[in-house]
């Protein structure tokens, strides 16, 4: 093969283009398995809770219940079905719970003619749809189940990481300096928050790291590479180790 000399400045130019290209692709990635195992998990949670609902003795029929699809779902599908991550499912549902989310989904799904209400309409529909009522990922609707302490705590932080498009670090970070209690606190809210929502380099997450969060690889059941942040408890002991 013979050897061409390229120059060097229309070289960097194309593999800049390529690198932007590969680092978006990833990203987006990301984006759509987070959005589709959000989606998927919060109507497992569902049918968690409407399953458990059935039941006489509620508590000793749900620990029956998670119990029994833990050792099944792991069998089948591999790892991430635990009791404690099909509890963090039910959790889900929980706090977002149909009422909550209904009419943002029944906008993106119902024919204008039909804006029908009923539950039915909802539990038909697929991942992809129910996804839309969440913006964020999975990591960050953990965080926000897990390590505020009222509705509205996790509402504020919610709304400002939508609004910034904080990743899991910057959420972790601003929970961890009472973010919310800050801002409440303040005179001028607005620019407390403005000032506060400030992405710092610690902040960033490469397309890498966000494609290795260890919940969107145990959902495609693949090799785990943990390494980042911690989730924690109200309690404060670490529980995971995330990466986006």
Avoid: C
């Avoid at 989904?105 to 996804?131: C, Q």
């Amino acid at each position: 093969m013979t050897s061409i000399a390229l120059k060097n400045a229309e070289y960097l130019g194309v593999h800049n283009d390529i690198v932007a290209l590969l680092e978006r692709g990833r990203r987006a990635v990301a984006r759509s398995v987070n959005a589709l195992m959000t989606g998927t998990y919060w109507q497992i949670g569902r049918r968690i809770v409407e399953f458990e609902q059935g039941g006489q003795n509620r508590a000793a029929y749900g620990q029956a219940l998670l119990g029994r699809l833990s050792a099944d779902l792991t069998g089948q599908f591999g790892r991430g079905f635990g009791v404690d991550n099909l509890e963090l499912m039910r959790l889900f549902y929980q706090t977002y719970p149909f009422e909550t989310i209904s009419e943002s989904l029944i906008r993106k799904s119902a024919s204008k003619g039909e804006r029908s209400k009923s539950e039915s309409v909802i539990r038909n529909l697929d991942p992809e749809t129910v996804a839309a009522a969440f913006p964020l990922s999975w990591t960050h609707y953990i965080h926000l189940m897990r390590r505020t302490r009222s509705v509205e705590e996790r509402a504020f932080y919610e709304a400002e990481a939508l609004r910034g498009g904080w990743s899991v670090r910057q959420l972790d970070r601003q929970i961890s300096s009472q973010f919310h209690t800050r801002a409440m606190l303040s005179k001028n809210k607005r620019a407390m928050v403005e000032k506060g929502s400030k992405v710092l380099p610690a902040d960033l997450v490469t397309p890498e790291e966000a494609i290795k969060d260890p919940y969107v690889l145990e959902f495609l059941n693949l090799k785990d590479e943990y390494s980042g942040i911690s989730v924690r408890g109200r309690t404060g002991s670490p529980t995971r180790r995330l990466l986006a």
